[in-house]
């Protein structure tokens, strides 16, 4: 068992910044490759962004690319989500996962969830 627990949303403007932590417990964090999704209002749960678990490659939606940036600590057995140039459309509950494997951006791979943190982007 992995226990995830996310941290760090808020309310920010459009074009601030904010730094989302997900913090593990149980099983060996570096065990696994991690990833982030979100999910808004009325929409499905989308792939926002993937790391292995070394941290040597990461993998993006092209929603967040060149805004944001996944990043881990295995000394910590944290990871991180820097999100830079927020824009209203970011809004959603985040959402970290673990997988097994390698690097995945597809839900149905990842064997652990979050509770999700809320993000509100104001325009």
């Known amino acids: 068992q992995v226990q995830l627990v996310e941290t760090g949303g808020g309310l920010v403007q459009a074009g601030g910044s904010l730094r989302l932590s997900c913090a593990a417990s149980?099983?060996?964090?570096?065990?696994?490759?991690m990833g982030w999704f979100r999910q808004a209002p009325g929409k499905e749960r989308e792939f926002v962004a993937a790391?292995?678990?070394?941290?040597?490659?990461?993998d993006y939606a092209d929603s967040g690319k060149g805004r944001f940036t996944i990043s881990r600590d295995n000394a910590k057995n944290t990871m991180f989500l820097q999100m830079n140039s927020l824009k209203p459309e970011d809004t959603a509950v985040y959402y970290c996962?673990?997988?097994?494997?390698?690097?995945?951006?597809?839900?149905?791979?990842?064997?652990?969830w979050g509770q999700g943190t809320q993000v509100t982007v104001s325009s």
């Open positions: 149980g099983r060996t964090f570096s065990q696994y490759a």
């Open positions: 996962a673990a997988t097994l494997a390698t690097i995945a951006s597809t839900e149905k791979l990842y064997h652990y």
């Open positions: 790391i292995t678990r070394s941290g040597g490659i990461a």
